[in-house]
């Protein structure tokens, strides 16, 4: 590959993973769990996506008849479209179709439907999709694909993470319901978590916790072994170098986990018995300098009587049940919320290095007595702060 070419895949590979058939029916049946006619008599749009690669289209197409689906649509990008610029390869899939054609199928985005038995063999399955080629080269924000976005009931893809904020925008001005992948920090932008903080978006089924691997185009992989590191950007499973993202599932589809109770103990339990030596013993948690809320560093030591606001993991959100609290903000730029705004502060490093810096203005600050072991802190005046990972503000209903 041309180092022109390798420098482009850097740029866009995260734009190039493809999600597991296993992640997709585990995230699916629960909203099945939950409402088995979910998609019952719907049409299903997953756009960025190609059957020739995407776990998505082979989904839904394999189960179509037990969704009892109306009509699944499904659109790919045009190869030469694509910040990855490799040397494209048609599939028998597009060469058996009397359409083709190479230079359409480079330029041009493809859109496939399955909404009928076009085999006669009385099924309706993956051998029943129908394609032919976009006007366009397939962005989804395109007339043409945009139509189909306010064709269909449900819009379910793994839309490219360097495009979430556009394309997040593009579903919600659409008001469908849907499904999508994207990556941890997207939780904290601001035309995110409004919309999280008013409930009209939540975590999917899936726990954040749990280690999303993704499969890439064969081309990949050498550039992730010669430039990554192993165990945090990829792993390899059978063979395959599989890309590693700290992903999360966003949706507005209901399912059941979002409406169980986290089990607590109350406020003077979780300081006398706590597993966290952080909490264990402690008088009174930590109270920000900047806002009036106490830190909970885990989610499994929120106390369940504290009726006051609390920041929390982000990682509470995969929990989040709202019967049980209300979200309020987050401490990310704080969404207008903080209560002093510092002047500007020095930075100590970990090495002792000081910088001029406004950084504590961002988040969470809680005053301490004296510089911590090994860690980076703040200086204002005479203070002495630390700042703590993003919090999300909740308050127990």
């Known amino acids: 590959m041309a180092n022109s070419n390798l420098a482009s895949a850097r740029t866009s590979k995260q734009d190039e ?7 997709i029916e585990n995230e699916i049946n629960a909203y099945l769990e939950y ?10 749009l997953l756009p960025c996506d190609d059957p020739e690669w995407s776990n998505f289209t082979r989904f839904f197409a394999q189960n179509f008849k037990s969704l009892g689906l109306k ?7 045009a190869p030469k479209s694509k910040l990855l610029n490799v040397n494209y390869q ?17 330029t041009r985005g493809k859109l496939f439907v399955l909404d009928r038995d076009v085999t006669g063999d009385g099924l309706v399955n993956i051998d029943d999709l129908q394609w032919t080629y976009l006007d366009g080269n397939g962005d989804f924000a395109s007339p043409e694909v945009t139509r189909l976005r306010d064709e269909a009931d449900f819009i379910i893809t ?78 390899i499973v ?56 106490i830190d909970i560093p885990y989610v499994d030591a929120i106390p369940s009587d504290y009726d006051g606001v609390m920041g929390v993991p982000i990682s509470f959100l995969d929990k989040y049940c709202p019967e049980q609290f209300r979200i309020i903000g987050i401490t990310q730029s704080w969404d207008g ?37 090994n860690d980076v802190y703040y200086i204002v005046g005479d203070e002495l702060f630390v700042k703590e990972y993003v919090r999300i503000l909740i308050q127990k209903i």
């Open 238 to 293: 059978n063979g395959r170098v599989m890309g590693r993202s700290a992903s999360v599932w966003f949706t507005n589809i209901e399912h059941g986990r979002r409406h169980q109770p986290l089990e607590l103990m109350t406020l003077k339990n979780n300081l006398r018995f706590s597993r966290h030596k952080e909490i264990r013993g402690k008088d009174s948690y930590t109270k920000y300098d900047n806002f009036d809320a």
């Open 17 to 23: 993973f493809y999600t597991q058939f296993y992640d």
């Open 71 to 77: 009509k699944l649509i499904s659109t790919s990008f």
């Open 90 to 106: 048609p599939t028998l899939f597009e060469q058996e179709n009397p359409l083709f054609e190479l230079s359409l199928s480079e």
């Open 158 to 235: 793994n839309p490219p993470f360097s495009l979430f904020r556009k394309f997040f925008s593009w579903i919600m001005e659409s008001g469908k319901q849907f499904l999508l992948i994207c990556n941890k920090n997207c939780i904290s932008y601001k035309d995110v978590f409004s919309y999280i903080r008013d409930n009209q978006v939540w975590c999917g089924k899936t726990p954040m916790g749990v280690d999303l691997l993704f499969s890439m185009p064969p081309e990949l992989e050498s550039d992730f072994i010669e430039n990554e590191k192993e165990g945090s950007k990829y792993k």
């Open 337 to 373: 919320l903080a209560s002093r705004i510092y002047p500007e502060q020095i930075q100590v490093s970990k090495t002792g290095k000081r910088s001029r810096v406004t950084k504590l203005n961002d988040g969470a600050a809680i005053k301490i007595a004296e510089p911590p072991c």
């Open 35 to 44: 409402n088995p006619n979910v998609f019952r008599d719907k049409v299903v």
